[in-house]
């Protein structure tokens, strides 16, 4: 039987030295194939549970960069570096947002990553940042939904049928194995990954104990739960930039359904244990992510690192 080239083993024939601190460092290109062999969903899950919180101290993540290149289409550039000598990188990701690329029959988003040394300034790598932040985005549910989701929990419903729902299916079943895959009815986890203006998960018809994970909204306008949802559920976020960019959140302060100071906490202090997550097997669970240059950034180390160890 003949066998099958390991795509880590194709990419990179001048096999130099490729640590960041090497003055002699080649760029190197990690292919999309390379990417998939290298993430999984159980494997980034527990990288950013371990990694995130002393991370979080060290790196500078200023708040995303966002242009209108037309009425609806937006160009979004998410920096992130740290000097400390177990992340000694500068991690930048580039990204193209452009809605009606449906009617096409293209994808929305597209974007890269470009992974730089901290020490001195050198490219390292870049990456398929679209499928970086599948895989990272996935995974940050997953893990809110490891802390906050019942450890009973059987259904899972995905709402949302684009690139990103295969992945929160992975990654929540990574997170909760006792789960189905997708089945219709209300589910003890309800994942939404949508670019929907109206909202299309109902507060009223989630049921006791179940967790909520909305990913999909990234601006004002974007809703994809209504106020209901909100004012039931305890709210967690994946950083602070959610509670000024998510349209639920945004639109539930302005309309006083509840306050910044409700919000439950964020991923860093659950991971860490300084707020409490799920309280009861009764109560409602709500996590909000926007994204951050943060899990970009360790998302890429773990496959810069991975790939050069594999040379």
Not at 14 to 35: A, G, H, Q, Y
Not at 36 to 51: E, F, N, V
Not at 202 to 219: C, I, M, N, T, Y
């Amino acid at each position: 039987m003949a066998s099958v080239p390991n795509p880590l083993n194709n990419e990179n024939p001048n096999k130099n030295d490729t640590n960041p601190n090497n003055t002699n460092t080649i760029p190197i290109f990690i292919s999309t194939e390379s990417l998939h062999a290298i993430l999984s969903h159980p494997t980034l899950i527990d990288h950013l549970q371990s990694s995130l919180p002393a991370a979080s101290s060290t790196l500078q993540t200023p708040i995303r960069q966002s242009y209108s290149v037309s009425q609806s289409s937006s160009l979004l550039l998410m920096p992130s570096w740290s000097s400390s000598p177990s992340l000694p990188y500068v991690g930048v990701k580039l990204v193209t947002y452009f809605p009606q690329n449906s009617a096409l029959n293209l994808p929305g988003v597209h974007a890269s990553y470009v992974l730089f040394s901290s020490v001195t300034g050198q490219t390292l790598a870049s990456m398929d940042g679209t499928v970086l932040t599948l895989y990272r985005t996935s995974c940050v549910s997953g893990l809110a939904s490891k802390i906050l989701a019942r450890n009973d929990s059987e259904t899972l419903v995905m709402i949302g049928a684009g690139a990103m729902a295969p992945h929160l299916i992975k990654a929540h079943l990574s997170a909760r194995p006792s789960l189905r895959r997708e089945i219709v009815g209300l589910g003890d986890i309800v994942s939404c990954a949508t670019n929907l203006e109206t909202p299309v998960v109902k507060g009223e018809r989630l049921k006791a104990g179940a967790h909520l994970d909305l990913v999909g909204s990234f601006k004002h306008s974007m809703m994809e739960c209504d106020d209901e949802a909100i004012r039931r559920g305890r709210v967690f976020v994946d950083n602070e930039a959610a509670l000024v960019e998510a349209g639920e959140l945004v639109g539930a302060f302005e309309r006083r359904v509840i306050e910044k100071g409700d919000i439950g906490g964020n991923l860093v202090e659950l991971i860490k244990g300084e707020k409490v997550g799920r309280r009861s097997s009764e109560e409602i669970t709500v996590f909000k992510s926007v994204g951050s240059a943060i899990v970009d950034i360790l998302a890429a180390q773990l496959v810069y690192e991975t790939y050069i160890g594999k040379q």
